[in-house]
């Protein structure tokens, strides 16, 4: 354990940087950054931020308390954090074409827990993807506040073809009458049918919630559909394809914006937090870009690049195979029911060379999700490090050897460090040029 530094003043505190005030955190920190560095991030809801983004978050903005909006706040001294959400506010509504944004939300699950609040009371019904099918903890599992506070109905998709199943979607609102219909995954690796849901949702009276957390940058770069034509209200992640700070934000119609605000503030939270939203005005612009366009265009492609690699004849000699026969999206789901691997076995087996992704449970999952039968791998991490077709193809094969089990693991690491050293990542952070 580091030995703590003496501090005699406040003035001492506010100035030393953290390796001298507390060594023990900024080593594990330290640690972290080179596992970052030396490692390919494969996990689908991760990517790497901007250097701007951080400094954003970083920023003396951490010290302002803003309780309210802007131009009607609880306390004193907001007009620069005024001018800094108003950006945030009309930089996504213009990115998404929304006609109302709140951008105060902690975190996708605050975002998704606020558009409940503001439309349903307790006990409403809900139709959700079932957790086991790709939906997310918030659409409706039995131990989140989401199952706890609203009457649950799930649907599925189809065991034929694993997409999920408009008709019974349909057949559960006729029969259930929902008063919101959640649309969103965190596991599933094709497009939604929005129109469709806008078509259910409307024949019942129902609410249309699209949760596009995974798919958001995917969406403000043109490449997959909007929801936001379709839906009442859109949630979704700053972090994931978006690469920005971890949080969330909520868009919708400009009538349920009032009901929307309230829910967040006081409803949901107290205040907001600034450096975050300022980090995420700067991603906003990000997504804005032609860069950010053309990294999005990389992420599909090596997604497309790993299914592919991962639906051969080889692997598939392994009883390993893809869901769906592929993807439309930046992740892949790798279903191993039919291999010698489990998906905790196959994580750990990818992490020991270097690869980092997370084990999945696969609809019609025989084992416990602590274990599971799947993985869920996916590209906007590596993407946003520069990687393009020629790396994606590489990096595909080194997944597919390393879960087929064939090749030296000293092998398949020193293929993953010479790509890592390749991309460098965060090189300012290391002392070098940024």
Not at 16 to 25: A, G, T
């Amino acid at each position: 354990m580091a030995t703590s530094t003496s501090l005699t003043t406040p003035a001492s505190t506010l100035s030393l940087p953290l390796s001298e005030l507390d060594p023990d955190v900024a080593t594990a920190v330290a640690a972290e950054l080179h596992r970052q560095q030396s490692t390919l991030e494969m996990i689908a809801s991760e990517n790497f931020a901007p250097a701007a983004v951080m400094e954003a978050q970083g920023s003396v903005l951490t010290n302002k308390y803003a309780e309210g909006y802007p131009g009607r706040r609880y306390y004193g001294g907001c007009e620069h954090v005024d001018v800094i959400e108003q950006l945030a506010i009309d930089r996504v509504k213009e990115l998404f074409g929304a006609e109302a944004a709140n951008v105060q939300p902690h975190s996708g699950a605050q975002a998704n827990a606020a558009a409940m609040f503001a439309l349903l009371k307790p006990g409403d019904t809900i139709l959700g993807l079932d957790l086991a099918h790709g939906g997310h903890l918030t659409h409706g599992m039995r131990l989140n506040y989401s199952g706890r506070l609203y009457n649950v109905v799930p649907y599925h998709v189809r065991e034929s073809d694993l997409r999920v199943d408009m008709d019974e979607v349909e057949q559960l609102a006729l029969a259930h009458r929902p008063k919101m219909i959640v649309a969103g995954w965190s596991a599933y690796p094709r497009q939604l049918d929005f129109a469709g849901f806008r078509r259910i949702a409307d024949e019942v009276g129902a609410y249309l919630l699209v949760d596009m957390a995974h798919f958001a940058g995917l969406v403000a770069a043109g490449l997959h559909p909007s929801p936001v034509p379709y839906a009442d209200i859109v949630t979704t992640t700053t972090h994931k394809t978006l690469g920005g700070p971890r949080g969330g934000v909520i868009l919708s119609r400009a009538g349920l914006a009032k009901k929307i605000n309230s829910a967040v503030f006081p409803g949901q939270q107290g205040g907001p937090l600034e450096h975050v939203i300022a980090a995420k005005a700067v991603a906003f612009k990000v997504a804005s870009s032609d860069e950010f366009k053309e990294r999005q265009r990389r992420t599909l492609r090596g997604a497309k690049i790993l299914a592919g690699r991962l639906l051969a004849d080889d692997v598939a000699e392994a009883g390993i195979t893809v869901l769906t026969g592929g993807t439309e999206v930046h992740l892949v789901l790798v279903d191993l029911r039919n291999s010698e691997l489990n998906g905790k076995q196959a994580e750990d087996r990818l992490h020991r060379v270097g690869i980092t992704v997370n084990r999945n449970a696969v609809p019609f999952d025989p084992r416990p999700p602590m274990v599971s039968s799947g993985l869920r791998i996916g590209t906007p991490a590596l993407a946003t490090r520069g990687f393009g077709e020629t790396e994606f193809r590489e990096v595909a094969d080194i997944i597919a050897e390393a879960l087929k089990g064939e090749r030296p693991g000293d092998e398949l690491s020193a293929r993953v460090e010479k790509l890592a050293t390749a991309f460098p990542l965060y090189p300012h952070l290391d002392g070098g040029p940024a």
